[in-house]
């Protein structure tokens, strides 16, 4: 019976009590809610559901209009997404990625400029070296040679050979098609990057 079981777990002691600083303020929250409404719990949890449902059949057709603005690419992916009910949640909960659903319509940035979502802070490191030090020729060598070993141990392994054999494969293929120039032997390498 879970309003027994209910009922018996608000008499015992909060087993999260000397750790509570630690959990995250959600499930803090979350664990609130359950102990302070007890048996309510699935009642409360029903009429959420139910206004959830009513949001979701009202804004149906913008899901449908902003559906029609997806490329391609990414319909498949994103055909069982709710867009319009997404972007409601977002506002309503003061969510703070504000790019979330133009990025889940039009696909996530992830090579270039990645804009800032709202959530994460850029990290600001302070550089180890000055431009000098990481442009001399002496440091381009040490990396090129550091890059030169990991690749030459990686191809000398199993999953390392596989892979290798899988990228020159594509490498040759895609030449073939005109998509890509290559591939370069080490000294071509150095006459093209000077390293």
């Given at each position: 019976d879970?309003?027994?079981?209910?009922?018996?777990?608000?008499?015992?002691?909060?087993?999260?009590?000397?750790?509570?600083?630690?959990?995250?303020?959600?499930?803090?929250?979350?664990?609130?809610?359950?102990?302070?409404?007890?048996?309510?719990?699935?009642?409360?949890?029903?009429?959420?559901?139910?206004?959830?449902?009513?949001?979701?059949?009202?804004?149906?057709?913008l899901?449908?209009?902003?559906?029609?603005?997806?490329?391609?690419?990414?319909?498949?992916?994103?055909?069982?997404?709710?867009?319009?009910?997404?972007?409601?949640?977002?506002?309503?909960?003061?969510?703070p990625?504000?790019?979330?659903?133009?990025?889940?319509?039009?696909?996530?940035?992830?090579?270039g400029?990645?804009?800032?979502?709202?959530?994460?802070?850029?990290?600001?490191?302070?550089?180890?070296?000055?431009?000098?030090?990481?442009?001399?020729?002496?440091?381009?060598?040490?990396?090129?040679?550091?890059?030169?070993?990991?690749?030459?141990?990686?191809?000398?392994?199993?999953?390392?050979?596989?892979?290798?054999?899988?990228?020159?494969?594509?490498?040759?293929?895609?030449?073939?098609?005109?998509?890509t120039?290559?591939?370069?032997?080490?000294?071509?390498?150095?006459?093209?990057?000077?390293?």
């Amino acid at each position: 019976d879970p309003f027994e079981h209910m009922r018996r777990a608000q008499l015992r002691s909060d087993p999260f009590a000397d750790n509570a600083a630690r959990l995250p303020g959600a499930l803090r929250g979350a664990i609130k809610f359950i102990v302070d409404q007890g048996t309510e719990v699935p009642a409360i949890r029903e009429r959420q559901r139910a206004f959830l449902d009513s949001a979701a059949t009202k804004l149906a057709p913008l899901t449908v209009t902003i559906r029609e603005q997806v490329p391609l690419l990414l319909k498949d992916i994103t055909a069982p997404v709710h867009f319009a009910l997404i972007a409601a949640l977002v506002d309503a909960t003061g969510y703070p990625d504000f790019l979330f659903v133009h990025d889940l319509v039009f696909g996530f940035v992830n090579v270039g400029r990645v804009p800032s979502r709202g959530i994460f802070r850029p990290e600001r490191r302070e550089a180890t070296k000055d431009q000098a030090q990481v442009f001399a020729p002496s440091s381009k060598r040490a990396y090129y040679a550091e890059v030169k070993t990991r690749l030459e141990h990686a191809a000398k392994s199993t999953s390392g050979r596989a892979s290798a054999d899988f990228i020159w494969a594509a490498t040759l293929a895609e030449r073939e098609l005109g998509h890509t120039v290559g591939p370069f032997t080490a000294m071509q390498m150095h006459e093209l990057f000077g390293a």
